[in-house]
């Protein structure tokens, strides 16, 4: 099975970089996803690592470590619109995800 | 517009009675998925599907059933719902199983 955690709440000013880590505990390791979720709509794919280091895609980076069990989610350039809940997501042996509880940013002009 | 069609977009229910979610996608995606969202627990696979005619369960399969009878359809039965049951329902799909999955926009169902 799988435990995922990562923190409940973050509050960061417009402008600013944010960073969402994620623990993880596995019995078998194949992937770690991040997802996007504003409220009361679907969460929406962001980044996938597999392999340890940085993935970045403009304003978000996602890095991972296998060893250590541990990703986070970098978040450049705040602006308003990535207020959101941010989803860590890790894949088993079989390809079934299982998520964290999800972090809640909220960015403050 | 391609994606992931859930219905219906919220529904109360009272307890005891039979409900089935609907899930459509038009992307021809392999695999498909069910989940519930609660808060402060995040999102748990009900069951899956990684290919038409075949079912899985997930983390939480008590009192819900699934069927895949074709690629695009993958609907999700609670054959006598309890107030447990209440809960934001998300399907999902993906091209393949390794593939990253791609979200309905959510059945919001409370049971009384």
């Known amino acids: 099975g799988q435990n995922i955690d990562q923190p409940t709440e973050m509050t960061a000013t417009e402008g600013a970089i944010v960073q969402i880590n994620c623990t993880y505990q596995?019995?078998?390791?194949?992937?770690l996803f991040w997802y996007q979720q504003h409220a009361g709509e679907a969460p929406t794919f962001l980044s996938y690592?597999?392999?340890?280091g940085l993935e970045e895609k403009g304003r978000f980076s996602s890095f991972l470590s296998r060893s250590k069990g541990y990703s986070y989610l970098l978040l450049k350039e705040l602006q308003m619109k990535d207020s959101a809940s941010y989803l860590c997501a890790v894949r088993d042996r079989d390809y079934k995800l299982s998520f964290g509880a999800g972090t809640t940013v909220t960015v403050r002009a | 517009i391609a994606g992931i069609t859930q219905a219906p977009t919220s529904q109360i229910l009272a307890a005891g009675r039979r409900m089935t979610l609907r899930c459509t996608q038009d992307m021809r995606h392999n695999a498909m998925y069910w989940y519930r969202q609660d808060l402060g627990l995040g999102l748990r696979l009900i069951h899956y599907?990684?290919?038409?005619?075949?079912?899985g369960k997930g983390e939480v399969p008590d009192g819900y059933s699934v069927s895949r009878a074709n690629t695009d359809d993958f609907p999700l039965t609670l054959a006598s719902a309890v107030p447990s049951q209440t809960s934001v329902y998300f399907c999902a799909s993906s091209e393949s199983e390794n593939q990253p999955q791609h979200f309905g926009d959510g059945t919001r169902l409370s049971i009384l």
């Open positions: 690592n597999v392999l340890d």
């Open positions: 599907s990684n290919t038409a005619g075949t079912t």
């Open positions: 596995t019995s078998g390791f194949n992937g």
